[in-house]
């Protein structure tokens, strides 16, 4: 991947909908990657998408992909206190193992 | 299973001192990635190495090294600290062959220097 952008902070209410978004840039990604870290540990794939792709669901998660406009984003439903962690976005190209990674968006998930 | 292994959880060093830091992928993983975390650059990419051959480099001076062993564990060494090395390492493995989707991290060794 080449860069990948995301906003550092949100905030929701527990029980509502969250949305994280991402924009990448390498026109050639392939995979995209949604990770998460809570608060001192490391990263945990939480799921990813291939760019032939323009959803994948999992349980509460809802992964969208725009290739035309290189946007990814993650839907987190009925979000819960437990949910407040950093969302890492990450793409990769080809079979590569080596994602570039976004800044991170933390969320914080207040009662 | 156990998971990817971390040693030490922190450190405390100076500037001008130099650190090694130790990784032991999960079992069976051939490939061992190292990643420097902080807040203000994110999550950047400092070098894989695969069977004591590093692959892949990142964009980090040389005072950033490391190495493999025959075991697959993996050190990375960081020479003339300097207070910007200050950071969450983050160190990954992988089975032979995988995608990022086979990517799993261990819980990191936070380095403060002063």
């Known amino acids: 991947g080449e860069d990948v952008e995301q906003s550092l902070f949100l905030s929701v209410r527990e029980g509502d909908s969250s949305v994280i978004n991402c924009t990448y840039t390498?026109?050639?990604?392939?995979?995209l990657y949604w990770y998460k870290q809570e608060p001192g540990a490391g990263l945990q794939l939480l799921t990813y998408i291939f760019s032939n792709m323009d959803m994948k669901q999992d349980q509460r998660l809802t992964v969208l992909l725009n290739k035309k406009d290189k946007h990814l984003s993650l839907r987190i439903a009925d979000t819960q206190t437990g949910d407040s962690a950093i969302y890492f976005c990450a793409d990769a190209s080809g079979g590569s193992y080596i994602p570039t990674f976004g800044r991170g968006t933390s969320l914080i998930v207040h009662p | 299973k156990a998971g990817v292994t971390q040693t030490p959880r922190y450190l405390i060093k100076t500037r001008g001192q130099q650190v090694t830091l130790s990784c032991s992928p999960i079992?069976?993983?051939?490939?061992v990635s190292w990643y420097q975390q902080t807040p203000g650059q994110g999550l950047q990419f400092l070098f894989e190495?695969?069977?004591?051959?590093?692959?892949n480099k990142g964009n980090f001076p040389g005072r950033f090294s490391g190495r493999q062993f025959s075991n697959s564990r993996s050190e990375m060494n960081v020479s003339t600290l300097e207070l910007g090395d200050s950071a969450l390492y983050l160190c990954?493995?992988?089975?032979?062959?995988?995608?990022?989707?086979?990517?799993?991290f261990g819980s990191g060794t936070q380095l403060s220097v002063l």
């Open positions: 990954a493995s992988t089975p032979l062959g995988q995608g990022a989707e086979k990517l799993f």
């Open positions: 190495y695969f069977s004591e051959t590093q692959r």
């Open positions: 079992s069976g993983h051939r490939s």
């Open positions: 390498d026109s050639s990604s392939t995979y």
